[in-house]
């Protein structure tokens, strides 16, 4: 039949020798459905295209001729030139006529569209899966589109397709089937509502974004969306960008070099959209994303509220490779089952001790049950290989990443085992445990040493001496921290008196209980002398046994535990 009019094609028409394969296996799998599945009943005429359970056909050639060139029977439409124009309108002619196939009563309709060659859309937009929909979900009439070529289809459009719910974009393969965009807007962009469809077997170059999860205000939800066998590349923003994973959401076996932001963003929002309550049930697998903008992959809600989470989330067997920020960036709330495994990262971000390998952030004190089982890698510009801060449980085990200022900057409640401090030639070893954020070992904790230089250095001012140690005492030499310092106290003018003391106000504020502190006497030019001490949650008072004397120099050392 003619493309010109827009009606339905028959698939054994135009290029026979082309589509004859095609053929017989349609008339195969139509007569397997003939005899073991009836569908609707009788017809008037009785016949077997609509025969019931009661009613056998005759199966005669035309009958059978007739059947196969119906469009409600084989439900393919083929864009080649012959049957459809290989034009944009062409294409939405034969979306527009697979969607309008009638569908029963449990089916809602759509159909499979075939491109067999390249073709240039020019500056429209092709709307895949609209036509009879009223809410953009289960409403619409869901259509395969097969882009079954080796070459590109070129488009300036903005978006350049756009995919409602249950339909999908196929490709021959992601090497040799390629969308190539020069818009400003996302190449595909998948429409909200929206859910259960799938984009595969794509090479996707230019764009804003490769692939948009669109959202607007009443819900962001994409739900069950597969993203598989893609090379995304040279989108001047992010490559995969997503309002939301939302439920069952699948990426797997993807490709991402030169974004212009990150290869995967998730939570971005710039439809007055909001996040959906619970984003779940979701998996990244088996991707490689390289020479990312920002940063590898990002978690993180535009705008939070506590009602926002995250769980039974997997990324799984990942590799980022050169990094302009962070690695991997996750701030959101969770309250369990969020997993990272196997997660490679290779070269440097763009800015030396700035950025870390693991950066996960918590949100409302709200991040819980967290993991990270498996990191290899390096990057000397790195500040951290992970940086997390957790409310309960979370777990950093096999971490082997080396060259960075520092292997770990650890807050809350996070296990760490199995993980070696980094071996690169100038790397400082060490893990770093925030201030009032304790990390809890159940079991024993060995160590080589202890030191305390996250705290802030003490100053003179610290520190106030009685009128026992002369009237122009002072105290100089300070050095360390709250957890153990050092000073020299100088007595001088006149008044020197027993038992003189020094207290020491806690420069970064109350311990919340009372430390354990140890003070002595370690050297100066006066007579080594005991002292006792009597420390609170923000002060420790130490008086000297004794009487100092005047000119004479008296070092005081001090360590501190919490408790």
């Known amino acids: 039949m003619s493309g010109a009019t827009g009606s339905a094609p028959a698939c054994g028409h135009g290029s026979a020798l082309k589509h004859a394969r095609v053929a017989a296996l349609v008339v195969c799998a139509f007569l397997f459905a003939a005899f073991l599945r009836p569908t609707r009943g009788v017809s008037a005429g009785g016949h077997w295209s609509r025969w019931g359970a009661t009613s056998w056909p005759a199966l005669d050639a035309a009958t059978i001729s007739k059947e196969l060139t119906s469009g409600g029977a084989n439900s393919i439409f083929w864009v080649d030139g012959t049957n459809y124009p290989l034009t944009a309108a062409g294409l939405q002619n034969a979306i527009n006529d697979a969607e309008a196939l009638p569908g029963d009563s449990t089916v809602a309709g759509g159909g499979v569209v075939i491109v067999t060659r390249p073709l240039a859309l020019g500056a429209t937009t092709i709307n895949v899966g609209f036509t009879g929909a009223t809410s953009g979900n289960n409403d619409g009439k869901p259509v395969t589109l097969l882009l079954w070529f080796y070459g590109a289809i070129t488009t300036g459009a903005n978006p350049g397709f756009n995919l409602a719910t249950r339909s999908s974009m196929q490709g021959l393969n992601s090497r040799h089937t390629r969308i190539t965009s020069t818009s400003a807007g996302p190449v595909i962009q998948i429409t909200s509502p929206a859910e259960n469809g799938a984009i595969t077997n794509l090479r996707i170059e230019g764009g804003a974004q490769a692939i948009k999860g669109r959202g607007n205000a009443a819900t962001t939800d994409v739900p069950g969306w597969l993203l598989e066998d893609l090379f995304l590349e040279s989108q001047t923003g992010n490559a995969i960008e997503l309002t939301s994973m ?20 998730i939570g971005v929002f710039n439809n007055g959209e909001t996040l959906p309550g619970t984003n779940e049930n979701a998996a990244v697998t088996n991707s490689f994303f390289q020479n990312c903008g920002t940063k590898g992959i990002w978690v993180e809600a535009d705008h939070f509220t506590a009602t926002q989470q995250m769980v039974s989330t997997v990324f799984d067997n990942i ?15 969770s309250p369990g089952g969020v997993s990272v495994r196997n997660l490679q990262i290779f070269d440097n971000p763009s800015a030396a001790n700035r950025y870390d390998g693991v950066h996960v952030e918590n949100v409302f004190g709200k991040l819980r049950g967290f993991s990270l089982t498996g990191l290899f890698g390096n990057g000397t510009q790195f500040k951290y290989a992970v940086n997390m801060n957790c409310t309960g449980q979370c777990v950093v085990d096999n971490a082997q990443m080396n060259g960075q200022t520092a292997a770990y900057l650890l807050a809350g409640d996070v296990r760490l085992s199995n993980s070696p401090y980094p071996a690169a030639a100038g790397a400082t070893a060490s893990a770093t445990f925030a201030e009032q954020l304790p990390i809890t070992f159940t079991k024993l904790l060995q160590v080589q040493r202890l030191r305390a230089s996250q705290g802030t250095a003490l100053l003179a001012a610290d520190f106030t001496l009685s009128a026992g140690w002369g009237t122009t005492s002072t105290v100089t030499s300070v050095t360390g921290t709250d957890q153990a310092w050092q000073i020299t106290v100088n007595s001088s003018g006149t008044g020197q008196a027993a ?3 020094i207290t020491l106000s806690f420069h970064d504020g109350t311990w919340t209980n009372a430390p354990i502190t140890v003070s002595k006497m370690v050297g100066g030019s006066g007579i080594v002398t005991a002292l006792t001490e009597a420390p609170t949650d923000t002060t420790n008072e130490i008086t000297f046994q004794g009487t100092p004397v005047a000119g004479k120099t008296y070092i005081i050392s001090s360590i501190a535990m919490g408790r």
């Open 246 to 265: 939302s439920g069952r959401f699948h990426i797997n076996r993807v490709f991402t070099n030169a974004s212009g932001g990150a290869a995967l963003r």
């Open 319 to 333: 590799q980022i490779s050169t990094p302009a920020h962070d690695a991997f960036w996750f701030k959101m709330i």
């Open 499 to 501: 038992n003189p003391t």
